[in-house]
């Protein structure tokens, strides 16, 4: 008989509850009974209250036992649980968890399933099949497939990919480039690095793709710091292609060069605004460029460049292989397609939901998330980073598509949503929004530079209970001044946040007072 | 007060003279000194200006823009604690505290004895399983302060 097949994800989250030693718990206890066993160290799927969520592999395929211990291991073979044998961390076939099944896993197809090191495993799974079809159309045919699958920026812009690439396309000047904005740096999100840990070559293949269609020879993937373990599976994987000619002088002998350097950034949240991060490649400082010129015409060293993010690259290999309109079929209004959700904060559930748009914030908090993990009634979500607005429990039923977030006041962004329950203070919330711009700004405008910080001192004001309701009048006027006066959306949008906490929760700022409130607080 | 530190220009001349001819090569050099000195010792900032052929100024300048580049040496254990929304949703504030309490060190510095180096960092993508943080490069989630001091004592280095 074979080896028995173990998966015991490798993916940071995973190792951060202990799935380390949870594989190495196995191993041991495996060569104790004198078991032969194959442990793959695949990525997550994304069901994080589960991790380490360890799978293994059966006639009735893949089963699931988590969240597992040290201390489990002997019981689960005690259980027999390589055969599949009932135990109390059994959760079943894992394609059935409600929360997986009820998913279109689209760009996270192979996520969790496949090893991550394993270029074989990536083709057995229908990787570069994207790529195969790609390598037989022109560039301009390429840009139609992507234009006409309506895929739109997972960065946070939601600018279409498709006109983009064609922008640089129709530049004459070469070299040209692909940067991949690989700097998730919004808080709860992590869809980026769970795609880079857990699937790499998805990204490298449409990179690949973008590269032949618009021309570029070499590609950058700007790479958050605090991602170490992504970029151990990256440059594995860049390795991996390129011995095996996806990537380097002639993909795949198409006669066409692309090479792929992963640059990892310094801890600065303003590198992940595109042109921020390419002054950053360039060995500066990460000041925001004005722009005119687009970086799509005069971008990396003033070369016309495509920069996207992880999961618009992503996207690309699915959307060649299996066609503009079945990727087009999902989704709703402008929003097509499917959107990696990640759901994190206070909440039961907490993980990464793929699903075409349309969804509304309540079902993912609600039937996906279980409610907040404190038990504890949820007051309040904040929706797209730290730029993203708060909204009350009573705006939940908003849909989650780009159209739908901005005229409830608030975006998308990168599509982050993050749960809080009722202990949370929204005063100092704001002063957090205000906080994280003065530290982040590159300090090039006034308004975001001094504003944040002047920010900060009101909200201190009010949080102390001196003239609240002049102070929040001030706050106010100078939200408007950093919106209106901002060059990016740094500075930009930090009034979003301060302005929404103000408007959805006055009493956090003292300008509502209940009685019972009043007195609790004085 | 500034004490002259001792720093390893061997090892930074050698990062240097390995990575100069990079595009835009400043900042890979950086991070490598970063990563393998753990900090970026002032002191070698005319090396980097002068391979590079860029003013002294303007080296400083990217130094100081990012947050990762330390200006003096860490701690012998560094300790990074996530603050930003998500791990505040799961109670990162009063981590924070119980950290800061434990390790007898502020949020930013380092202890006295050298023994520690106590970092915030801006989320660590680790939000589905807050409060997250990193103790000598080993990430740890659903932190309480319980579990902080059991994995202290794991993953502590003392020389
Ligand atoms: C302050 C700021 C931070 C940003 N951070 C990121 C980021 O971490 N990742 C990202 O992909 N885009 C980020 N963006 C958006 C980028 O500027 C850019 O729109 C995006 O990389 C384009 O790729 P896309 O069209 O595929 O989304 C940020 C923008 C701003 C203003
Ligand atoms: S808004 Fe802030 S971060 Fe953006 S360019 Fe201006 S100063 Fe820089
Ligand atoms: S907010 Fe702490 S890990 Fe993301």
Request: glycine share 12%; net charge neutral.
């Amino acid at each position: 008989m074979s080896a028995a097949t173990i998966y015991v994800p490798g993916d940071s989250g995973a190792l951060s509850m202990g799935a380390a030693a949870v594989a190495a718990a196995i191993a041991r206890e495996a060569d104790r009974r004198g078991l032969d066993l194959h442990i793959v160290r695949n990525g997550s799927r994304g069901l994080y209250w589960l991790e380490p969520l360890v799978e293994v592999a059966t006639a009735r395929g893949r089963l699931a036992y988590g969240p597992a211990a040290t201390h489990d291991v002997a019981s689960l073979f005690d259980a027999n649980f390589l055969a599949g044998g009932d135990h109390p961390l059994a959760l079943g076939p894992t394609e059935e968890i409600d929360y997986l099944k009820r998913q279109n896993r689209l760009t996270f197809a192979r996520c969790g399933i496949v090893d991550p090191r394993s270029l074989d495993d990536y083709l057995a799974h229908g990787g570069y099949r994207g790529l195969g079809r790609a390598i037989e159309l022109s560039g301009g045919q390429i840009v139609e497939a992507i234009t006409a699958s309506n895929l739109r920026g997972r960065g946070g812009a939601a600018f279409p990919a498709g006109i983009k690439w064609k922008t640089t396309l129709d530049q004459p000047a070469t070299p040209k480039y692909v940067v991949c904005n690989a700097d998730e740096g919004d808080s709860g999100t992590f869809s980026d690095r769970m795609i880079m840990e857990g699937d790499p070559f998805v990204l490298i293949e449409g990179m690949t793709i973008a590269a032949l269609a618009v021309g570029a020879a070499a590609g950058y993937i700007y790479l958050r710091s605090e991602y170490p373990a992504a970029l151990v599976a990256l440059n594995h994987a860049i390795g991996a292609a390129r011995a095996r000619g996806y990537l380097g002088a002639s993909v795949c002998g198409s006669g066409r060069p692309f090479e792929i350097t992963v640059r990892v950034g310094a801890g600065a949240y303003i590198c992940g605004e595109e042109t921020a991060m390419l002054e950053s490649l360039e060995g500066r400082r990460g000041m925001i460029r004005f722009k005119p010129p687009l970086p799509a015409i005069a971008g990396l060293f003033g070369q016309p460049t495509v920069v996207n993010n992880v999961i618009t690259l992503a996207s690309v290999p699915v959307i060649l292989d299996r066609g503009a309109k079945f990727y087009n079929k999902y989704g709703l209004g402008r929003s097509r397609g499917t959107l990696p959700l990640q759901l994190a904060g206070n909440v039961k559930r907490p993980g990464l939901v793929e699903t075409a748009f349309g969804l509304t914030l309540r079902e993912l908090i609600e039937d996906f998330g279980g409610g907040t993990a404190s038990g504890r009634p949820l007051r309040a979500v904040q929706v797209g980073g730290p730029l993203g607005a708060w909204f009350p429990d009573a705006m939940l039923d908003l849909a989650i598509d780009y159209e739908a977030l901005t005229g409830a006041g608030g975006l998308l962004g990168h599509g982050g949503v993050v749960v809080f329950d009722d202990t949370v203070d929204l005063a100092r919330m704001a002063r957090y929004a205000m906080e994280f711009c003065a530290l982040e700004s590159c300090g090039k405008c006034t308004p975001c530079r001094i504003g944040s910080t002047r920010g900060v001192e009101v909200i201190d004001r009010i949080i102390a209970g001196r003239d609240r309701a002049a102070n929040a009048e001030l706050l106010r006027d100078l939200c408007d001044t950093m919106a209106a006066g901002s060059l990016c959306a740094l500075g930009g949008l930090t009034p979003l946040p301060v302005t929404s906490a103000l408007k959805h929760f006055p009493r956090d700022f003292g300008l509502e007072r209940e009685p019972a409130d009043a007195a609790a607080r004085s | 007060m500034a004490i002259e530190q001792t720093w390893d220009e061997r090892a930074v001349r050698a990062i240097v003279d390995g990575l100069k001819d990079e595009p835009g090569a400043l900042m890979p050099i950086l991070r490598r000194i970063q990563d393998d000195l753990g900090w970026v010792p002032p002191a070698s900032v005319a090396l980097i200006a002068k391979a590079l052929n860029l003013s002294r100024a303007e080296v400083h300048g990217v130094v100081s823009f990012y947050h990762d580049f330390r200006h003096a040496p860490p701690g012998r254990n560094v300790v990074r604690v996530c603050r930003a929304e998500s791990c505040q949703a799961m109670g990162a504030n009063a981590l924070v505290d119980h950290i800061s309490k434990h390790l007898r060190v502020e949020l930013g510095a380092t202890s006295a004895d050298g023994a520690v180096t106590l970092e915030a960092v801006y989320c660590l993508g680790n939000c589905a399983r807050s409060p997250a943080i990193v103790i000598n490069g080993r990430i740890l989630g659903c932190v309480t302060p319980a579990r902080f001091d059991e994995a202290v004592t794991e993953c502590w280095v003392d020389r």
